[in-house]
T-cell receptor, first 115, second 111 residues
Framework: NAGVTQTPKFRVLKTGQSMTLLCAQDMNHEYMYWYRQDPGMGLRLIHYSVGEGTTAKGEVPDGYNVSRLKKQNFLLGLESAAPSQTSVYFC??????????????FGSGTQLSVL | QKEVEQDPGPLSVPEGAIVSLNCTYSNSAFQYFMWYRQYSRKGPELLMYTYSSGNKEDGRFTAQVDKSSKYISLFIRDSQPSDSATYLCAMSNNRDDKIIFGKGTRLHILP
C-alpha cells in the first residue's frame, strides 16, 4: 500500500524561484493537509482541504498557495521562495467519517532548502 | 500564548523506566486529543487517540486528558530503546477542521 506519497523528497531552490510540491493519497480520503516542521517549532499547519475543490488557510499560510483539483492530489506551491521557507514539509490525509478525521496518515516529507 | 504548549526536551530515561510526556493547551473548545510518534527522518504516526476527558490504555501506553486543567499526558511503561522518538501531542475541535500540534518532545531511552 502506497498510502501518502510526496514528491520530490529533496529540493534546493534559489531565492525567488518557484516550485510545486505534490501530495498523492490512494486511500480515498476527503481531508488533506500540508504542514511544515522546523526545529523547535513542531508541526505547523499551512493549508488544508476538506474535499475536492476546497481549500482553507491554516496557521502559517503566507507565501504558499494550494490546489485540490482531484480528490487524491493536494498541491502546495511556492511562488517566490524565501530562505524562511527552508523546512521539512509533510502532507497528511484523513477520512471524514466520524472520529477517523483525527487519524492523520503522513507522507515521508520533503526537505526543502532555499538559498 | 500558543494554543498548545509542549516541552521539547530532550528527555533521557533508562530502559524500563516509566516515561511521562505532557502538553497544556489554552483553547477550551478542543475535544479530540491525540499523540503521534515520529521517528527520525519519518512522518508522524498516530499512537493514541482520546475524546474528551478520561484515560485510555493501549498496551504499554496510557493517555490521560484533564479538560478542567487543560492538560494531557502520555505515559509509557517499561520503556524500550525502540520508544526513542519525538512524541507530538495534537488537538482539534468540532468547530473547524484544523488539527493543531505541539512542538514535540524528543525522548531517548538509554539501554
Amino acid at each position: 500500500n502506497a498510502g501518502v506519497t510526496q514528491t520530490p523528497k529533496f529540493r534546493v531552490l534559489k531565492t525567488g524561484q518557484s516550485m510545486t510540491l505534490l501530495c498523492a493519497q490512494d486511500m480515498n480520503h476527503e481531508y488533506m493537509y500540508w504542514y511544515r516542521q522546523d526545529p523547535g517549532m513542531g508541526l505547523r499547519l499551512i493549508h488544508y482541504s476538506v474535499g475536492e475543490g476546497t481549500t482553507a488557510k491554516g496557521e502559517v499560510p503566507d507565501g504558499y498557495n494550494v490546489s485540490r483539483l482531484k480528490k487524491q492530489n493536494f498541491l502546495l506551491g511556492l511562488e517566490s521562495a524565501a530562505p524562511s521557507q527552508t523546512s521539512v514539509y509533510f502532507c497528511a490525509s484523513s477520512s471524514d467519517r466520524g472520529t477517523r478525521r483525527e487519524k492523520l496518515f503522513f507522507g515521508s516529507g520533503t526537505q526543502l532548502s532555499v538559498l | 500564548q500558543k494554543e498548545v504548549e509542549q516541552d521539547p526536551g530532550p528527555l533521557s530515561v533508562p530502559e524500563g523506566a516509566i516515561v511521562s510526556l505532557n502538553c497544556t493547551y489554552s483553547n477550551s473548545a478542543f475535544q479530540y486529543f491525540m499523540w503521534y510518534r515520529q521517528y527520525s527522518r519519518k512522518g508522524p504516526e498516530l499512537l493514541m487517540y482520546t475524546y474528551s476527558s478520561g484515560n485510555k490504555e493501549d498496551g504499554r501506553f496510557t493517555a490521560q486528558v484533564d479538560k478542567s486543567s487543560k492538560y494531557i499526558s502520555l505515559f509509557i511503561r517499561d520503556s524500550q530503546p525502540s520508544d526513542s522518538a519525538t512524541y507530538l501531542c495534537a488537538m482539534s475541535n468540532n468547530r473547524d477542521d484544523k488539527i493543531i500540534f505541539g512542538k514535540g518532545t524528543r525522548l531517548h531511552i538509554l539501554p
